[in-house]
């Protein structure tokens, strides 16, 4: 199985800043990888996919990069809503797997 | 609007079983794969299940293989999961989702809670 691991776990930042969640494949997934955005109660919801995809409707800050086995999602200028936890998931091969999850929280 | 509306959830004893259902609307349904996956606190998200359009392929996680059995009905837009031999361990909220590479749709989820 592909394990997905998540870094950091958690992070705090202010209104405005930069923020990158890291997401490391344990072998190659090229780029089969999908970010999630998740609030309290509810369903995930995609943000990109195919690793720099941005899926419609989502708003341009954020972004995706990488290939391989190491990608990034990037929020370019933090916003009271994107309080929320981030999952990183491959699709390239079966079990389809998820990262642990990083919680942002805002300062 | 693509809409996915789980049921079937509730409180089951270990060893029981349990059948979960989603029906899909807004979509052509015939032409997509789709998928279970559950969150539980402990474990996060865990992809459960996948179905191809006409039933043919069906993958499963390693944890409810042999245990668990995804199903579809065409004809009714829905999409089935039958839990047998439940343990503790799948308790969870249960979404049924739609893959399209990455799941694109989620519905709300359906809680499973396993205990005595």
């Known amino acids: 199985d592909i394990q997905m691991t998540q870094s950091p776990s958690t992070l705090s930042a202010s209104v405005g800043d930069r923020v990158t969640i890291t997401c490391r494949a344990s072998?190659?997934?090229?780029?089969?990888l999908a970010w999630y955005q998740q609030k309290p109660g509810k369903a995930p919801n995609v943000l990109i996919y195919q690793a720099s995809n941005l899926e419609s409707g989502v708003p341009s800050r954020f972004s995706g990069s990488g290939s391989g086995a190491e990608f990034t999602l990037t929020i370019s200028s933090l916003q009271p809503d994107d309080s929320a936890t981030y999952y990183c998931q491959q699709y390239n091969s079966y079990p389809w797997t998820f990262g642990q999850g990083t919680k942002v929280e805002i300062k | 609007e693509v809409q996915l509306v789980e049921s079937g959830g509730g409180l089951v004893q270990p060893g029981g079983s349990l059948r979960l259902s989603c029906a899909a609307s807004?979509?052509?349904?015939?032409?997509?794969?789709m998928s279970w996956v559950r969150q539980t606190p402990g474990k996060g998200l865990e992809w459960v299940a996948n179905i191809n359009q006409d039933g043919s392929e069906k993958y499963y996680v390693d944890s409810v293989r042999g245990r668990f059995t995804v199903s579809r009905d065409n004809a009714k837009n829905s999409l089935y999961l039958q839990m047998n031999s439940l343990r503790a361990e799948d308790t969870a909220v249960y979404y049924c989702a739609r893959p399209r590479g990455s799941f694109d749709s989620w519905g709300q989820g359906t809680l499973v809670t396993v205990s005595s």
């Open positions: 072998q190659s997934i090229s780029f089969w």
């Open positions: 807004g979509f052509t349904f015939t032409t997509y794969s």
